[in-house]
């Protein structure tokens, strides 16, 4: 078993930066893949960034490419999501996910996932 806490969302004007952290518990962390997801008010939740779990491959929403940067630690098992120049539209609760996954996209194969943190960017 798996648990994800996500840590370091809050209201920041458009342009600024956030940093997401999530911290893991269980020694399995290092062997799963893990996703940063998003679901705005009226909107169903989508993929952000995806990492493998050792890093070597990721995947970034169009939305986002160059914006943010996800990594991860597993010595440390914890995984960050750097957000820069952020804009109104990236207003969401971002999910925290983790699984044993063939497709880094794939919502679906991600079996643990986090309770949320809100990031509000206001325009």
């Known amino acids: 078993q798996v648990q994800l806490v996500e840590s370091g969302g809050g209201l920041v004007q458009a342009g600024g930066s956030l940093r997401l952290s999530c911290a893991a518990s269980?020694?399995?962390?290092?062997?799963?893949?893990m996703g940063w997801f998003r679901q705005a008010p009226g909107k169903e939740r989508e993929i952000v960034a995806a990492?493998?779990?050792?890093?070597?491959?990721?995947y970034y929403a169009d939305s986002v490419k160059g914006r943010f940067t996800i990594s991860r630690d597993n010595a440390k098992n914890t995984m960050s999501l750097q957000m820069n120049s952020l804009k109104p539209e990236d207003t969401a609760v971002y999910y925290c996910?983790?699984?044993?996954?063939?497709?880094?996209?794939?919502?679906?194969?991600?079996?643990?996932w986090g309770q949320g943190a809100q990031v509000t960017v206001s325009s």
């Open positions: 996910a983790g699984g044993t996954v063939a497709d880094l996209r794939a919502q679906n194969e991600y079996g643990y």
């Open positions: 269980g020694r399995t962390f290092r062997w799963y893949a």
């Open positions: 990492i493998s779990w050792d890093g070597g491959s990721t």
